[in-house]
């Protein structure tokens, strides 16, 4: 099955500067990548995603780029405030093979100093 | 939209009680996922649903855990005998339909078992 590993496991970064999140996976037959933003005692809520067939996708402050021959996807938060404090999620899904499951990284704590 | 709906958000219970959670997906959704959450573990998929239909329980850490969807604005997921190691956030999650990649998450229910 789908393996994902992401790093760090904690970020601190201070306002205004840029954080970078990493994820590999195992299953090259993976095609969806989404990011899930997790705040203190609230659901995951998709913040991003991006599928195989697109190297890079931005929406305002964040963009994710993924790499396909390397099996590596990232997340970048640009002049980053202290909302985008919480813990972030990487996950990847099959084409097939696996219905709808989404295997998820273990997390990343990021916290924005001011 | 409410999004998706879980009750109770907090439980706590003694070990050996039985336990059972609820979800009420996003009206029109046609997947129904249930995680649970815990520091060592992450996210885990432990059951998920097409249609009211389970299509994959292969996360159901064992027969103390069932789950059901009886119908398309309902499911539920019950421990039964609880033991303290279950304590965890328990998150139901929805999708538009089967072929669909985004999850919607609800806010989870935090179960400790004492």
């Known amino acids: 099955g789908e393996n994902v590993e992401q790093h760090p496991s904690t970020l601190s970064v201070q306002e205004g500067d840029s954080a970078v999140i990493k994820c590999t996976y195992s299953?090259?037959?993976?095609?969806?990548f989404p990011w899930y933003k997790q705040e203190l005692g609230k659901g995951p809520q998709l913040i991003i995603d991006?599928?195989?067939?697109?190297g890079e996708k931005k929406d305002q402050r964040i963009a994710v780029t993924l790499n396909k021959t390397a099996k590596h996807f990232s997340l970048h938060i640009t002049e980053t405030q202290p909302e985008d404090s919480a813990v972030y999620f990487c996950a990847a899904k099959p084409l097939t093979g696996g219905g709808n499951k989404l295997t998820f990284g273990t997390g990343t704590q990021l916290k924005v100093e001011l | 939209d409410a999004g998706v709906i879980q009750s109770p958000r907090h439980e706590v219970t003694e070990m050996g009680q039985e336990v059972t959670l609820r979800c009420k997906p996003i009206?029109?959704?046609?997947?129904l996922f249930w995680y649970r959450q815990t520091m060592m573990r992450g996210l885990e998929l432990l059951i998920y649903?097409?249609?009211?239909?389970?299509?994959?329980d292969s996360g159901m850490p064992e027969d103390r855990f069932s789950a059901k969807m009886p119908n398309a604005s309902f499911s539920t997921l019950k421990i039964q005998p609880s033991e303290p190691r279950d304590s965890a956030v328990y998150f139901c999650?929805?999708?538009?339909?089967?072929?669909?990649?985004?999850?919607?998450f609800g806010p989870g229910t935090r179960l400790t078992v004492l």
């Open positions: 649903f097409n249609n009211n239909v389970p299509i994959d």
């Open positions: 299953d090259s037959a993976s095609n969806y």
């Open positions: 009206s029109g959704h046609n997947s």
């Open positions: 991006i599928r195989s067939n697109v």
């Open positions: 999650a929805s999708g538009e339909t089967s072929a669909s990649d985004t999850q919607y």
